[in-house]
Every structure is written in structure tokens, then in C-alpha cells.
């Protein structure tokens, strides 16, 4: 039976995304030990409505569900439900601030109590990435923790927030050092809810066993939708079993089996979760000038072009061949999503798929961003092949992202010289092994994933953090070259207590 989490005790937005269209993020820092704790104590009080304590991944998935049955039944859920929810991390910094014990603090693992600007060779942060050029306050000892607020209604979003900072213990104990407002794009027809590129974000989520129940639980008991490999949960929250690198006895893969629970830190950091942010700008115009320059040089057409790129067409829908349909039937010329919306937006289809069989990637290449990034059932460099896909299951991670900026050519802030991107967040159980493994190894590595001898795949076309690469964007072809056009402007990484932790850390 799966492990049950503690939800009630989990902050919202691990378990269970807020998936709010308004969301504001919140760089805190503490004024001193004392005071920051009493703020720590009046944001993690269940008496109060405001609090972390009433915004648990149990709330949220509630909510969650009850608004996608509202979708289902053709409402616009919005008009019947609405909430608001908060989530508060903390920094390595911020925690030495709170004045946690020099015993809690050495039991950190190296890469949190570095922090992100400190790892920037592992993260391939040069050039106009480098920390050196990222917006203050990123890159300094000073960001203490990250306040997350959010909301389906823009206006009750600023009273939330607004409510959450006019108290006289936040006045006492806490700065803001800045604040970085986030809405889902809206206002360009046919991109709602898109990323600032046009393609649909988020598809794709490992699912939790204990939580996702399985669309067939006889006849495929380990996922939860198709494709959707089912994962024990403490790949994401710590205390709980793991995933397992290896197939079992009978060599199934991913393996099923429980592993060993997740620990890191001190013993408080049960059922908390280590949270990676990344405010990453996107260059618009340049991204849309080469997708016509591409498909000019190679006579695709540009939905194509863009879906060889992403692996998905700005739909949502796979470049891949899913299980079901015939060979030779795909990709296709144009964007199929948009005249079968289900193509992308159904959770039965768009992720029922795998890369095995086109290990050259004749139709989705190797280094198309959603290859990179989860590479599936595809051979990579373990001791034995056949333990590829259960080890890829150990490097997930669950992403929470959002766009910041207005849409180009949008009434308000629609300049191609206006500031857009997107708020990348995920946790994890490990940023070692989880997000810095995955931006390192995999998408910043031009010879992964591995290949025949002479081909290069090249690094990932969307979030690879050099200014150029080249792409094989067809194994029968040489490289083509490519410009990167997403450079990180701030970011760090902070620990998501749990609850009761969040309280114990409140207290004087």
C-alpha cells in the first residue's frame, strides 16, 4: 500500500501546485532573530486565516479537485470557487538569521547553504547568466526567504498580501527586498495560459503515489494517467520511501518498489521539501526570428520547427508518436492541438508516449528541451542500460512555474523591450541530485542524451544557459546552429518547512 503523507502538516504548493493565475513572490529579509521568529510564529499560527497552516497541500488539493470537476461540467469554476493560499521558504541565510543551531545548520547538505549564485559552474550560469549581472537583491547573503502569494482574482490577491505585511510583527521582523509579481498570460488569443514563447507550460508532472489515483489500477496500477509514471513520494517531500535506481528481481521498470526513506538536515525537516526559484528572462522577438529562419533553412514549417525544438507543439501536443497511433502518421506540418484542443490539453494523451523507439530522434530530436529534461524510457550513461529509466525516476522534479511581464504587442507592457519570462520554481527531495543533476548533466551537456558515434544532440534550445549551441534537429543532416534565448536573472534555493516545523522555528 502506498505510504499515506502527512498533507495537513505539508505546505501547499508542494503537494497539490496552487495553479492560481495571480501570484506574487515575496524576498524577505529578517530583521533580527528574535523578530523574525515572532513573524515565523503569527504566519505559521492556525488561528490565524492568513497563515501557511491554512494553505496546507491537503487544502489545496481539495480545492484543486472540486475545480476540476466545476471545469468538467463546462462552468467557469471561478464564478463558484475562489481562494487564496501562502507558502513561505527559507534560505541557508535566512535560517542562520532565525538563529537555528550551528549543529541543525552543519547538517545541511553543501549546495543549500551555498546557494544558487555560489553553484554557478555546476549550473552553467555565464555570460549574461552570471550572477554578477542578475537584479538585486539575488546573488547576496540578504535573501532570507521567499513569501509566495496567490490568488485566482488579482484584486484579492493585493489585499491578501497586503493583510499578510501591514501586521506590526511583520513591520518588527521582516523586510521586503523585493517583490516579483507573476500573472498567467490572458491577453494574446490562442496563448492563454501559455509560457512567453506561445507553448503550453507544465504538461508534464511525475504523479505521487498516495496521492494520484491511477486512471487504470488493475490494469496499470503504477501510473496515474497514461504515461504518468507513479512515484513514491519522497523523491519530493523528505520522509517518505524513494524511488529506486535500479530494476527489481523480476525487472520491471521504473521499479515499483519502495526505496529508502528520504532524509536530509535535521530531523525537524520531515514532510518539508527543498525549493529551487529562478527568475529567467526571455527574449521574444529574437526566439520568433529564428523559428522563421530555421524553417527557411530547412523547409519546415515554423509549428514544426518550434515543436522539434520544445518536443511539443505550442498545444501542448507531443512531437512524439504516441502509443496508439500508426507509424508514419506523425509529426504533422501544423500544430494538431489546435484544431483537436484534447491532443494537448487531455491528461490521457498528451504525455502517452515514450523515446525508445526513435533513440536517433528523426522525430523528436535528442535535444528538444522536454527530451533533455526527462528523458524517459531513454538509454543513459548508468552501469546497466537496463536500469535507465528507474535511475531518470530519481532526477524528477515538481515544477511550479508561472510567467512575470506583459505578452508582446499587449496593450500594457507588450514592448519587445518590456521585461518577460518566466518564474521557474521545483521541489525536490535534493537539489544536488534533482535540479542542479538535471541542468548540468542533462540539459547543459551537448552529448546527452547519448548517441550514436558522431552525432552530437546538441544542448537544450530553450533553457541551456550558453549564449549558442547547435542542434540536430535531423539525424540524416548536419547541426544547425542555434542561439539560446533565456538567461537567468536572479535566483535562489530555500527549504519549505513543514507545518509543526514552522511553529518549533516560531518559537523564541
Given at each position: 500500500m502506498p505510504t499515506l503523507l502527512a498533507l495537513d502538516n505539508i505546505q501547499g504548493n508542494i503537494v497539490g501546485g496552487f495553479n492560481k493565475d495571480f501570484q506574487s513572490f515575496l524576498f524577505l529579509q529578517f530583521k533580527s532573530a528574535a523578530a523574525g521568529r515572532s513573524w515565523i510564529a503569527e504566519i505559521s499560527d492556525e488561528g490565524n486565516d492568513l497563515s501557511v497552516a491554512n494553505s496546507t497541500s491537503a487544502d489545496v488539493l481539495k480545492f484543486n479537485a472540486q475545480f476540476k470537476a466545476i471545469t468538467a461540467d463546462g462552468k467557469k469554476p471561478e464564478l463558484y470557487i475562489q481562494a487564496e493560499w501562502t507558502n513561505i521558504a527559507i534560505s541557508f541565510q535566512g535560517l542562520?538569521?532565525?538563529?537555528?543551531?550551528?549543529?541543525?545548520?552543519?547538517?545541511?547538505?553543501?549546495?543549500?547553504?551555498?546557494g544558487m549564485a555560489a553553484r554557478k559552474a555546476d549550473l552553467g550560469?555565464?555570460?549574461?547568466?552570471?550572477?554578477?549581472?542578475?537584479?538585486?537583491?539575488?546573488?547576496?547573503?540578504?535573501?532570507?526567504?521567499?513569501?509566495?502569494?496567490?490568488?485566482?482574482d488579482e484584486a484579492k490577491l493585493i489585499a491578501r498580501t497586503k493583510a499578510i505585511t501591514s501586521t506590526t510583527k511583520f513591520a518588527a521582523g521582516v523586510s521586503v527586498l523585493l517583490t516579483v509579481e507573476d500573472r498567467t498570460r490572458l491577453d494574446v488569443t490562442g496563448e492563454a495560459g501559455h509560457e512567453h514563447f506561445g507553448f503550453k507550460d507544465g504538461v508534464s508532472q511525475p504523479g505521487l503515489r498516495g496521492v494520484d489515483i491511477p486512471d487504470d489500477p488493475i490494469g496499470d496500477p503504477d501510473q496515474g494517467h497514461p504515461g504518468q509514471d507513479l512515484l513514491w513520494p519522497g523523491e519530493f517531500v523528505l520522509g517518505y520511501p524513494t524511488q529506486i535506481p535500479k530494476v527489481n528481481a523480476s525487472g520491471a521498470s521504473p521499479n515499483p518498489d519502495p526505496g529508502?526513506?528520504?532524509?536530509?538536515?535535521?530531523?525537524w525537516t520531515k514532510d518539508g521539501s527543498y525549493l529551487v526559484f529562478r527568475r529567467l528572462a526571455q527574449d521574444v522577438p529574437?526566439?520568433?526570428?529564428?523559428?522563421a529562419t530555421i524553417a527557411a533553412t530547412t523547409q519546415l514549417t515554423p509549428d514544426l520547427v518550434g515543436a522539434k525544438l520544445v518536443g511539443r507543439y505550442k498545444s501542448g501536443c507531443p512531437v512524439e508518436r504516441r502509443k496508439f497511433q500508426p507509424p508514419g502518421s506523425w509529426p504533422q506540418s501544423k500544430d494538431p492541438g489546435i484544431a483537436k484542443p484534447e491532443l494537448g490539453a487531455s491528461n490521457t494523451l498528451n504525455n502517452n508516449f515514450e523515446f525508445g523507439d526513435d533513440a536517433l530522434g528523426a522525430v523528436c530530436p535528442l535535444a528538444s528541451h522536454i527530451r533533455k529534461a526527462y528523458p524517459r524510457d531513454e538509454i543513459t550513461p548508468v552501469q546497466k542500460p537496463d536500469d535507465s529509466e528507474s535511475d531518470t525516476q530519481t532526477h524528477r522534479l515538481l515544477r511550479r512555474g508561472i510567467p512575470f511581464g506583459g505578452s508582446l504587442g499587449a496593450a500594457h507592457e507588450g514592448k519587445a523591450s518590456d521585461p518577460r519570462g518566466l518564474v521557474f520554481q521545483c521541489f525536490q527531495k535534493s537539489i544536488a541530485t534533482q535540479f542542479e543533476f538535471v541542468q548540468k548533466l542533462w540539459v547543459n551537456s551537448a552529448s546527452f542524451p547519448p548517441a550514436p558515434a558522431g552525432v552530437v544532440p546538441g544542448e537544450d534550445p530553450?533553457?541551456?544557459?550558453?549564449?549558442?549551441?547547435?542542434?540536430?534537429?535531423?539525424?540524416?543532416?548536419?547541426?544547425?546552429?542555434?542561439?539560446?534565448?533565456?538567461?537567468?536573472?536572479?535566483?535562489?534555493?530555500?527549504?519549505?518547512?513543514?507545518?509543526?516545523?514552522?511553529?518549533?522555528?516560531g518559537k523564541p
Open positions: 542562520k538569521a532565525l538563529g537555528v543551531s550551528a549543529g541543525d545548520l552543519a547538517m545541511f547538505p553543501h549546495e543549500f547553504a551555498a550560469d555565464v555570460g549574461s547568466s552570471d550572477p554578477g549581472g542578475w537584479i538585486t537583491p539575488f546573488g547576496s547573503a540578504s535573501v532570507h526567504a521567499l513569501l509566495t502569494v496567490a490568488a485566482d529508502p526513506v528520504s532524509t536530509s538536515g535535521p530531523s529574437a526566439f520568433h526570428q529564428q523559428i530553450i533553457i541551456a544557459q550558453s549564449p549558442s549551441g547547435t542542434f540536430q534537429i535531423d539525424p540524416n543532416k548536419p547541426n544547425i546552429p542555434v542561439a539560446h534565448f533565456v538567461t537567468t536573472t536572479g535566483g535562489e534555493y530555500f527549504f519549505a518547512p513543514s507545518i509543526s516545523a514552522l511553529q518549533q522555528l
